[in-house]
T-cell receptor, first 111, second 112 residues
Framework: DAGITQSPRHKVTETGTPVTLRCHQT?????MYWYRQDPGHGLRLIHYSYGVKDTDKGEVSDGYSVSRSKTEDFLLTLESATSSQTSVYFC??????????FGPGTRLTVT | GQQLNQSPQSMFIQEGEDVSMNCTSSSIFNTWLWYKQEPGEGPVLLIALYKAGELTSNGRLTAQFGITRKDSFLNISASIPSDVGIYFCAGPPYNAGNMLTFGGGTRLMVKP
């Protein structure tokens, strides 16, 4: 257990509305990640952070932004949600040894 | 991006049988990770491998880091119904050590 919580766990929102997902960790890990998981595509990296205020894009970053103002919190924002962003979103943190540990996920539905 | 080829994609086995799955890459990996994901949950790390040739066990699970550093294997002995789930291999490519590449997953179904 890497002490990762995600909120909300489920959300339904309408197209065009902004959405923010929160990831909170208690292990003081430097690296944090946001993934989305879709059938047929597996886990794909959206953005990651390598420290407070330090972030970088992943494989599928278009339409998403992130912020990390504290070590323990990593926020993922959909500025204007689209139906293609309906997915399950996972946060992860990385230990110094390289292993990544995942949160329980947020199921987002954009109608 | 880089791909990890994981096989088989799915397996439907009888309780008590042994299971074997593998993951291959065209590139070298310095670490191999094996995860299990159950419905509605996040992936859970099962085994981490750090050296070529390494063989590591976790209960009924055994994983090996291939000697070429381009493959890894996961075996489950004497399967039980709670082994059901999707198993993923993952690893950080040698030139992108802070990110993981994932295999497509092996869906395991166990018949009691």
């Amino acid at each position: 257990d890497a002490g990762i919580t995600q909120s909300p766990r489920h959300k339904v929102t309408e197209t065009g509305t902004p959405v923010t997902l929160r990831c909170h960790q208690t292990e003081n890990h430097r690296y944090m990640y946001w993934y989305r998981q879709d059938p047929g595509h597996g886990l794909r990296l959206i953005h990651y952070s390598y420290g407070v205020k330090d972030t970088d894009k992943g494989e599928v970053s278009d339409g998403y932004s992130v912020s990390r103002s504290k070590t323990e919190d990593f926020l993922l924002t959909l500025e204007s949600a689209t139906s293609s962003q309906t997915s399950v979103y996972f946060c992860a943190t990385k230990q110094v040894s390289g292993e990544q540990y995942f949160g329980p996920g947020t199921r987002l539905t954009v109608t | 991006g880089q791909q990890l080829n994981q096989s088989p994609q799915s397996m439907f086995i009888q309780e008590g049988e042994d299971v074997s799955m593998n993951c291959t890459s065209s590139s070298i990996f310095n670490t191999w990770l094996w995860y299990k994901q159950e419905p509605g949950e996040g992936p859970v790390l099962l085994i981490a491998l750090y050296k070529a040739g390494e063989l590591t066990s976790n209960g009924r699970l055994t994983a090996q880091f291939g000697i070429t550093r381009k493959d890894s294997f996961l075996n489950i002995s004497a399967s039980i119904p709670s082994d059901v789930g999707i198993y993923f291999c993952a690893g950080p490519p040698y030139n992108a050590g802070n990110m993981l590449t994932f295999g497509g997953g092996t869906r395991l179904m166990v018949k009691p």
